[in-house]
């Protein structure tokens, strides 16, 4: 019963469709099943939360697709370590590393200022680590957004420390009207306007992460 409903979400993400138009559709599926009526619940209560789709599956896809030729046009023939800011970054490095085509190691860093709201602390705290030395490495530290520069300049600096043989930040949505601490990732996806936005690894409250798009997330959701 799953795949109808993912199938559904993506249908939404790669047309122009109107968010009640889906919903009516949604609606074919209500009363199939015990599961089927869980399933349906959820999808609604998702797409209602959802204000706009900023960006497609297809859109992100493409400029995915790009940012991994542009690395590879960098980096190819360097040892090269990719660091991953989990968790909403998964989904994105997972997509990146695969369009990069030459070898890389990949490490994971959990770390963040939001905790379970709309706004950063300030203060990072770093809850996991990378396991291996990254001196005389060349460093690709990849979020999923930028928005403060808290997070990744906190984190550059960390790994600066640390001596790699370079340190490059790249970043799939940037909102630089958030930005507090003047830094600008190396690279950058998509440059997207001060909205609270969910989709694609990115979340409110570990909510969110599986759509395939990434969208605006309505305020009601978290008024």
Same mark, same amino acid.
């Given at each position: 019963?799953?795949?109808?409903?993912?199938?559904? #979400?993506?249908?939404?993400?790669?047309?122009?469709?109107?968010? %009640?138009?889906?919903?009516?559709?949604? %609606?074919?599926?209500?009363?199939?099943?015990?599961?089927?009526?869980?399933?349906?619940?959820?999808?609604?209560? #998702?797409?209602? %939360?959802?204000?706009?789709?900023?960006?497609?599956?297809?859109?992100?896809?493409?400029?995915?697709?790009?940012?991994?030729?542009?690395?590879?046009?960098?980096?190819? &023939?360097?040892?090269?370590?990719?660091?991953?800011?989990?968790?909403?970054?998964?989904?994105?490095?997972?997509?990146?590393?695969?369009? #990069?085509?030459? /070898?890389?190691?990949?490490? $994971?860093?959990?770390?963040?200022?939001? &905790?379970?709201?709309?706004?950063?602390?300030?203060?990072?705290?770093?809850?996991?680590?990378?396991?291996? !030395?990254?001196?005389?490495?060349?460093?690709?530290?990849?979020?999923?957004?930028?928005?403060?520069?808290?997070? $990744?300049?906190?984190?550059?600096?960390?790994?600066?420390?640390?001596?790699?043989?370079?340190?490059?930040?790249?970043?799939?949505?940037?909102?630089?009207?958030?930005?507090? %601490?003047?830094?600008?990732?190396?690279?950058? &996806? $998509?440059?997207?306007? !001060?909205?609270?936005?969910?989709?694609?690894?990115?979340?409110?409250?570990?909510?969110?992460?599986?759509? /395939?798009?990434?969208?605006?997330?309505? /305020?009601?959701?978290?008024?």
């Amino acid at each position: 019963m799953l795949p109808y409903i993912i199938l559904l #979400m993506r249908l939404v993400t790669s047309i122009t469709i109107d968010k %009640n138009v889906f919903i009516k559709t949604l %609606n074919l599926f209500q009363g199939r099943s015990f599961i089927m009526n869980l399933l349906y619940r959820e999808a609604i209560i #998702m797409m209602e %939360n959802i204000k706009k789709v900023l960006l497609t599956e297809e859109q992100i896809a493409a400029r995915v697709k790009e940012l991994g030729a542009e690395l590879t046009a960098e980096y190819k &023939g360097k040892d090269v370590v990719v660091i991953a800011l989990l968790k909403g970054c998964a989904w994105f490095v997972s997509d990146l590393t695969r369009a #990069m085509a030459m /070898p890389l190691r990949v490490e $994971f860093m959990v770390a963040s200022s939001y &905790g379970d709201g709309t706004t950063t602390s300030g203060n990072v705290n770093v809850k996991l680590d990378i396991g291996q !030395d990254i001196e005389g490495k060349h460093v690709i530290l990849v979020d999923d957004i930028i928005d403060s520069g808290v997070t $990744f300049a906190a984190i550059s600096a960390m790994l600066k420390e640390r001596k790699p043989a370079s340190l490059k930040t790249v970043a799939l949505c940037d909102k630089v009207e958030r930005r507090i %601490n003047g830094l600008d990732a190396d690279y950058v &996806g $998509f440059v997207i306007p !001060d909205e609270f936005v969910v989709g694609y690894g990115l979340d409110y409250a570990q909510d969110y992460r599986n759509l /395939p798009f990434i969208g605006v997330l309505d /305020p009601k959701a978290y008024a």
